[in-house]
């Protein structure tokens, strides 16, 4: 964040707010209890992975009268909270299935290093006197972590009934990285990315 920027008092109250999410959000995912179970372990830290992504879609909501990005953040908030539901359906069957102590390692180590990056890029997002394109800015990252999460995850042995679920995230997921690409096009968003170096 940029702290040269000064802000307006609903910049301000949105930042706060982003900031508490991000940090429940990456307490969540990373002090999730893990087991043998690569489909557990991807349930377990996805919920709160998408249950970030409702509030700070709900978060914009507050305040933006930018009618394209409403429709975003709602569909966000209809998506994910669907997906988190179809999770919680699955988690105790999902369970059962575990996987080799060196398959869980591997998988892990490379979950590890997608969320740290995702971490990373959410905290490090440019901030400006403009909560449109603050909301874009945080949440293709997110949106991009969770891309990756599922397509690592499908290259294991998980249970049948969350290779569905996983699917639709990537689908998605990558709809909504275009839909705010384009609606980043149209908006004065990209000075704040070249300014800091963050490429998608």
Known sequence: MNQQNQFSIVTKEYLDAFHCILDN??????EAELSDSISHNFIVQMIPHHQ??????ENLLKYTTNIPLQEI????VKEQTASIENMKEIESCCSDMENGAEEVCQYQERMGQIMETMFTAMRNAPAVN?????????????HKGA????????RYPICPELIPVLQAIITSQKRGIMQMQ????????????????LFW
């Open 147 to 154: 891309v990756e999460m599922s397509e690592l995850t499908l």
């Open 25 to 30: 959000m990456i307490q969540g995912m990373t």
């Open 130 to 142: 403009d909560i449109n394109c603050n909301f874009i800015w945080e949440m293709i990252p997110h």
């Open 182 to 197: 384009r609606l980043m096009q149209r908006m004065s968003c990209g000075s704040g990315r070249r300014r800091t170096g």
């Open 52 to 57: 970030a992504a409702i509030e700070m879609s």
């Open 73 to 76: 953040a709602l569909q966000i």
